[in-house]
């Protein structure tokens, strides 16, 4: 069965610099949801859209931004990377809004040096 | 604030034994609990769920012991494996938006 597509798996990046994160959700499904992992840490919420609308917003910060497309997919921009933002970056997606199961991608990891 | 505490951080179990992993959570919003399973470098997958009308929901080796009074829910793993080596995260949501996580337990079982 298809999964949460996510790209790149890896990501090396310099301060201050800029990264994009993309993620293709289940086919069908029109929720995508964005987390952050820090190393030994539990996901944290960043963002979620419904059909291609914001529905929800956790502990993103102002420099990143994320939107999703007329395909269902999300993207995440992040801006004056720091080294505090290198991390696992998980997109999952569910079908309809208020359907419960979300699935994750395998993660993209981000490393600011 | 963690809005969903787990317990225990860390778990060693013997193979065919029983791991048993334990969340509470204070906000009775929370209509949607699932567990998933992490290994290192993968994104967490979906094990099991339960909603708060159900007080037990079982699939194969896992079951969901859920208790809306004490505001609890646990994850037993019976007959416990080596390949269910892995970090456990217990979660919870309110209709399906941002999934608050456990802290996660990292279980080892010993062959």
């Known amino acids: 069965a298809a999964g949460v597509i996510q790209s790149p798996r890896h990501l090396i990046k310099e301060k201050r610099e800029t990264a994009t994160l993309k993620c293709y959700p289940i086919?069908?499904?029109?929720?995508v949801y964005w987390y952050q992992q820090g190393p030994g840490q539990d996901p944290q919420f960043l963002i979620s859209?419904?059909?291609?609308?914001?529905?929800d917003k956790g502990s993103i910060p102002d420099r990143f931004s994320a939107q999703q497309f007329s395909d269902y997919h999300s993207e995440l921009n992040m801006s004056s990377l720091e080294l505090g933002d290198s991390a696992l970056y998980f997109c999952?997606?569910?079908?309809?809004?208020?359907?419960?199961?979300?699935?994750f991608g395998q993660g993209t990891r981000l490393t600011v040096v | 604030q963690q809005q969903v505490k787990q317990s225990p951080q860390s778990l060693i179990v013997q193979k065919g034994g029983i791991s048993i992993i334990n969340c509470a959570y204070e906000?009775?919003?929370?209509?949607?609990f699932p567990w998933y399973q992490q290994f290192p470098g993968k994104g967490p997958a979906l094990l099991i769920a339960?909603?708060?009308?159900?007080s037990e929901k079982k699939e194969g080796r896992f079951t969901i012991s859920f208790n809306k009074s004490a505001k609890q829910f646990s994850l037993h793993i019976m007959d416990s494996q080596p390949g269910d080596s892995a970090t456990y995260f217990c979660?919870?949501?309110?209709?399906?938006?941002?999934?608050?996580f456990g802290t996660g337990t990292s279980l080892t079982v010993i062959p």
């Open positions: 999952a997606s569910s079908r309809g809004q208020g359907n419960t199961e979300a699935f």
């Open positions: 086919p069908r499904h029109d929720t």
């Open positions: 859209f419904y059909e291609k609308m914001q529905s």
């Open positions: 906000n009775t919003a929370f209509d949607y």
């Open positions: 339960i909603r708060p009308d159900v």
């Open positions: 979660a919870a949501s309110i209709s399906g938006n941002q999934f608050y």
